[in-house]
């Protein structure tokens, strides 16, 4: 696609429940990353995939978290059991290659009530 | 770890006038690329200005400029002739030049500098 898009671009879920949040990346770029965006604690690198690898998954916050990519595209970020601490803005980028700047989405505004 | 600061939470400037945003790094490898990005409300990051860290010259896009200054780890954004448009969010990043394991591929950033323009 033309750009990075993320779906949906906000969600409200109730605390417990389970959400899957969806990246599409620009075609052709092999890097992708997520991110997170807080009030409280500024723009947090989340994980990275190189293809549908991820040799980084040094900033998911705890094993409710997880993500997968597919076919070297669509990667989707998945919150299980969600919580009050999981409100903000997520956000994907993408990248063809590793020293370039990345193209961000709109990402998804997640409010958990 | 590498860490972004950016000491001023907000700033204003006139419309046509020309306004620098601050930013300091600290980190202790010698091979990094530095970036500026700009959030409107959109929510979407743009990236406004890279700069590698090998190169002396300082980057310029347009109305934007840097001023890099290494030795002191300074990475300064100039916007010159503001226009309203200029209004949002900035942030500054730090990434990596090389692999060197886990997380040395992601994008380090400052909290952020506010910049309203005034008509």
Redesign the interface.
């Known amino acids: 696609g033309a750009g990075v898009s993320q779906s949906p671009s906000n969600k409200v879920t109730e605390k417990g429940k389970d959400v899957e949040l969806r990246c599409d990346p620009i075609s052709g770029h092999t890097?992708l990353?997520w991110?997170r965006q807080s009030l409280g604690q500024?723009?947090e690198?989340l994980i990275?995939f190189q293809g549908n690898s991820a040799?980084?998954?040094?900033?998911l916050p705890s094993d409710r978290f997880s993500a997968e990519r597919t076919g070297g595209s669509v990667s989707t970020l998945t919150i299980q059991r969600t919580q009050q601490e999981d409100s903000a803005?997520y956000?994907c980028?993408s990248s063809s290659h590793?020293?370039s700047?990345?193209?961000?989405?709109?990402?998804t505004?997640l409010t958990v009530v | 770890a590498q860490t972004v600061t950016q000491s001023q939470p907000e700033m204003s400037v006139q419309e046509a006038e020309t306004v620098t945003l601050s930013c300091t790094y600290d980190t202790s490898e010698s091979d990094y690329y530095l970036f500026w990005y700009k959030q409107p409300p959109s929510r979407q990051m743009i990236l406004v200005i890279r700069q590698e860290a090998y190169k002396q010259q300082n980057a310029t896009e347009n109305r934007f400029s840097v001023n890099f200054q290494k030795a002191a780890k300074s990475f300064s954004l100039k916007i010159s002739d503001s226009q309203l448009g200029d209004a949002a969010m900035y942030f500054c990043a730090y990434r990596s030049a090389s692999y060197s394991g886990a997380g040395s591929y992601q994008l380090t950033f400052g909290k952020g500098t506010k910049l309203s323009v005034i008509p």
């Open positions: 890097a990353y991110y500024g723009l690198f990275y040799p980084d998954k040094s900033g803005v956000l980028a590793r020293d700047g990345y193209t961000f989405g709109s990402g505004r």
